[in-house]
């Protein structure tokens, strides 16, 4: 029986001890901040028979919801079959235990980690100082991410469910058939966003929930969270009119594996310059058209639109020659993708404690950054 070493973190760690994979293991487990809605966690493990044991390195991933456990469980199984995720060691009781990835995701690299086998290679690697290392440019971290998103809707349903790249059979262990992968319905999204939001806004105003939940009505009454709000519900109505209207020009036969969420952070490095960049968090993955990723693309990370010549460019270069098309429709996704993150993250400042101060903050800061980007995308889509 393996035990847990130590934890600076007391909520669910001791939980991964549990796990069959970590039998007959020691563990140190270490939170990882960088998902705000799931418990995250490092896991140095060691076998416990010797001393000079070398230790491996894992992430542990607990989910809130079974569904979104389930998608991102099959969606990584499925592309770390082909290189484009961190391998899958594990996946129980809405625990998922994967591959620790040493290099940085894109929102904290600097160019220098491009060239990991050379610096690793050179004599004088130690010569790179860390106040000379530059953070990575806006173009920079857009072709990085077009490579990794091109990469992925390569991928069909089910041709890649069942052979590898040049038709190979794949066996069941290896590679799932992505059945728990649904096809996007926005329209459904925006609708159940906004009644989550009516429900706790209500919830909210009722006497009985005020007496017992005191911090969330203070919060949830704060003039500019109301404003929020109320903004928000007259941007999903908007939202959806546009989503209704894409999802009547929508081929099924041209819907892909999607990640659904291909922000800055959520995209590594390579470890080589013959690797594919790669991807986690696949619990917004589905099957949608290519233009509502990048769409998507662009609202969570906050892109200006003149960037989309860059990302059809790079687009078409890593995806057969296929281009994008034009700009419209991207521009309509990313219109609705800035409600959906936007009611999003105000839902989880919402339901924040008292004691979660700094996250409902952070929630609270993103949610007014998608506002904002809808505001200014509001201008530019006809009819709204």
Not at 240 to 255: Q, R
Not at 256 to 261: A, I, R, S
Request: aromatic fraction near 8%; proline fraction near 3%; charge should be negative.
């Amino acid at each position: 029986m393996g035990k847990l070493i130590s934890t600076n973190h007391s909520d669910l760690s001791a939980t991964i001890l549990s796990l069959d994979f970590f039998q007959e293991k020691n563990i140190k487990v270490e939170p990882l901040t960088g998902g705000l809605n799931n418990h995250v966690y490092k896991v140095i493990s060691s076998d416990g028979v010797s001393s000079g044991a070398s230790e491996d390195v894992y992430v542990a991933k607990h989910f809130h919801h079974y569904d979104a456990w389930r998608t991102e469980s099959e969606v990584q199984r499925f592309l770390a079959s082909r290189q484009l995720a961190p391998q899958v060691y594990c996946a129980k009781d809405q625990w998922l235990v994967t591959e620790y990835i040493e290099q940085p995701s894109l929102a904290d690299a600097c160019e220098e980690d491009i060239y990991t086998e050379q610096v690793s290679n050179a004599q004088n690697d130690s010569a790179i100082k860390s106040d000379k290392r530059k953070k990575l440019t806006l173009n920079q971290k857009i072709v990085q991410s077009t490579a990794a998103m091109a990469k992925l809707h390569q991928l069909s349903h089910k041709e890649d469910a069942s052979s590898d790249g040049d038709g190979t059979s794949l066996t069941t262990d290896k590679v799932s058939t992505l059945d728990e992968v649904s096809a996007l319905d926005l329209p459904a999204v925006l609708t159940d966003l906004v009644g989550q939001l009516t429900e706790i806004e209500y919830m909210g105003e009722a006497p009985s929930f005020q007496q017992s939940n005191t911090q969330f009505t203070k919060f949830a009454q704060l003039a500019d969270v109301k404003v929020l709000i109320d903004s928000f519900k007259v941007g999903a109505q908007k939202a959806i009119n546009v989503a209704h209207a894409l999802a009547k020009e929508t081929n099924p036969d041209e819907l892909v594996l999607v990640h659904g969420d291909v922000n800055f952070a959520n995209v590594f490095f390579p470890k080589n310059s013959a690797s594919n960049p790669l991807l986690i968090d696949f619990e917004a993955a589905s099957f949608a058209p290519v233009s509502y990723e990048i769409g998507m693309f662009l609202a969570i990370n906050q892109l200006p639109l003149a960037v989309f010549e860059l990302i059809n460019e790079k687009y078409a270069e890593y995806n057969n020659n296929n281009k994008l098309g034009g700009s419209g429709v991207v521009t309509c996704y990313a219109f609705c993708a800035s409600i959906v993150n936007g009611i999003w993250f105000l839902l989880q400042a919402l339901e924040r404690s008292e004691q979660q101060h700094n996250q409902q903050t952070i929630y609270l800061a993103k949610a007014k950054q998608q506002l904002s980007y809808f505001i200014t995308l509001s201008n530019i889509i006809p009819n709204t």
